[in-house]
């Protein structure tokens, strides 16, 4: 784990820093945060010719460097003024700790970059995301450096703090999900769930093979078939809000996606390790929830296992009975998030009074060709609470764009033989087709939207808080907002 897990806040005057960076922003009308006028003339006339020049334009994250008196400072733009909002601030104080680890600086100083906005936890959040590097598998020293004290002058600490942990537990989704799939295993899911579960509000269960087969889970059980790596059926459950209804989570947690039987192409094959992120947001809103404690019932379910190649795997044409008792055609094995789903969507139904059902996958490539790396595709079934999760998408800077789940679609994935099967129209309407999927597990009435994160999970524009190559921790940020956490 490497990330910042602590921000100091002090009142103090900048003219009594002894950083080893200080960081000012500059917005860009050319004016800056509050301590800028403080360093003194010398700062002043370096910074008006940087100006002058057309190096400092104040773009949000860009960064120059001036050295003035023995000291490093670091101006970071802001974009302008009046566009101010805790996107730019998060992705500024980004920018402000990555200008930190760039110069291996172990001690920074932040000028607050909050005026103009309603709280300084984007700050909180900034800082911790911009510091996250995933180093466990580097062995040498030379490759790693992780920054020691940063402070943020003139900031509320209460909102840093927030702040602070949601950014940790977004770091928790990318360590996590970044693991490659020999050693974030189905068991490591359960071991990492039971270590966060260290408040007494929080309760884990995990069933192993023979207990959700016995148990009529035969969506997990048959795309567990395939593998020998010992699958898990994870419960998580946060009781701390009284009679309230829980709010469900269901995330799919499968740790390896060979494709099965129907098997993918060579190229690329390895992110498929990436395949249990939808599980990562449920834990990582779960290690949010242990370290705030808010008044909250939530309930999160981890269906989890690897899709192999042995030679019991479950084959094309194969018929399942899922836990709510429906039977599903299996035509493709390589559709199996759905199918594990199908049993996690069905017991979250059963088992709880559910106020909703939010579930999170890795679905399907089809949404990385209509929506990119940009957006998560979102279906659901109740207007109110789609509209709660745009709400909470502009809120958290997390985009999500809607596709329908209109009766012509939900027809293409009923069966012949069977209730339905576990693909639509050959070449047509991917993303929808999983979605209607996983309609037919939803018990009737309840609020229900689908995240099919296959685009935003990984492989997004690098950002100053999303470093290359790693995991983005997509929607943990966003069911925070949501929950009111
Ligand atoms: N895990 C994949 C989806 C995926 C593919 C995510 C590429 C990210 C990048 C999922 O299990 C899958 O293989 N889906 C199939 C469904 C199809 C067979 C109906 C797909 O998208 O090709
Ligand atoms: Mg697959
Ligand atoms: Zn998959």
Same mark, same amino acid.
């Given at each position: ?10 009142? =103090? ?7 080893? %960076? ?7 009308? $050319? ?35 001036? /050295? ?11 974009? $302008? ?10 992705? +500024? ?10 110069? $291996?600086? $172990? ?47 003139? #900031? ?8 602070? +942990? ?14 490659? =799939? ?64 829980? &709010? ?16 993918? !192409? ?14 990562? @947001?449920? %834990? =990582? ?25 042995? #030679? ?10 899922? /836990? ?5 055609? @299996? ?15 069905? /017991?979250?139904?059963?088992? /709880? ?13 089809? @949404? ?30 997390? &985009? ?6 209109? !009766? ?9 033989? +069977? ?6 129209? !050959?070449?047509? +309407? ?29 492989? #997004? ?5 999303? !470093? ?18």
């Amino acid at each position: 784990m490497s990330h910042i897990s602590n921000i100091n806040v002090s009142n =103090g005057s900048i003219k009594d820093i002894n950083t080893e %960076l200080i960081c000012i922003g500059i917005y860009k009308d $050319k004016s800056m945060t509050n301590s800028g006028s403080e360093l003194g003339l010398n700062f002043k006339e370096a910074i008006s010719s940087a100006i002058e020049v057309g190096d400092v334009k104040g773009k949000i994250g860009e960064v120059n460097y001036f /050295y003035i008196n023995n000291q490093r400072i670091a101006v970071i733009g802001l974009g $302008k003024k009046e566009d101010i909002s805790e996107n730019t601030v998060r992705l +500024a104080s980004g920018a402000a700790i990555r200008s930190t680890i760039s110069k $291996k600086a $172990k001690s920074v100083t932040i000028d607050c970059f909050c005026s103009g906005i309603e709280s300084c936890q984007a700050m909180g959040e900034g800082i911790v995301l911009g510091s996250y590097q995933f180093l466990k598998y580097k062995t040498k020293d030379k490759n790693k450096f992780e920054p020691g004290n940063v402070t943020v002058l003139g #900031a509320n600490q209460i909102e840093i703090d927030r702040g602070c +942990a949601i950014g940790s537990s977004v770091c928790f989704a990318r360590d996590l999900s970044n693991n490659p =799939g020999n050693i974030a295993t189905p068991t490591h899911l359960a071991e990492s769930a039971k270590k966060i579960s260290n408040t007494e509000a929080m309760k884990v269960t995990v069933f192993d093979r023979e207990e959700f087969t016995e148990m009529g889970m035969g969506g997990l059980a048959g795309v567990a078939q395939g593998t020998d790596e010992p699958p898990k059926f994870i419960i998580m459950e946060y009781n701390n809000g009284g009679d309230e209804k829980p &709010k469900v989570l269901v995330g799919k947690g499968l740790t390896f996606d060979s494709g099965g039987i129907s098997i993918k !192409p060579a190229s690329k094959m390895d992110e498929m390790k990436y395949d249990m992120c939808g599980s990562t @947001v449920v %834990l =990582g809103v779960f290690h949010a929830l242990a370290a705030l404690k808010p008044e909250l019932n939530v309930v999160g379910i981890i269906p989890s296992t690897e899709n192999l190649n042995g #030679a019991k795997a479950y084959k094309p044409g194969d018929i399942l009975t899922a /836990y709510n008792g429906k039977t599903i055609e @299996v035509l493709n094995t390589d559709a199996e998030g759905r199918v594990i789903l199908a049993d996690g969507l069905s /017991y979250a139904s059963k088992h /709880y009074d559910p106020e909703y059902i939010l579930d999170f996958a890795t679905l399907t490539g089809a @949404v990385v060709i209509s929506l990119g790396h940009v957006a998560t595709g979102v279906m659901g079934t109740n207007d109110e609470l789609i509209k709660k999760v745009k709400d909470s998408s502009s809120a958290s800077g997390e &985009k999500v764009w809607e596709l329908p789940l209109w !009766p012509e679609y939900c027809k293409q994935v009923q069966s012949e033989i +069977a209730d339905v099967k576990n693909m639509g129209a !050959p070449m047509q +309407a991917g993303s929808i087709a999983g979605g209607a999927f996983l309609k037919e597990f939803v018990g009737e009435n309840i609020p229900w939207v689908h995240f099919d994160i296959a685009g935003t999970a990984w492989g #997004a524009k690098p950002s100053s808080i999303n !470093p290359k190559g790693s995991a983005t921790g997509w929607g943990v940020r966003l069911v925070l907002d949501m929950m009111k956490v």
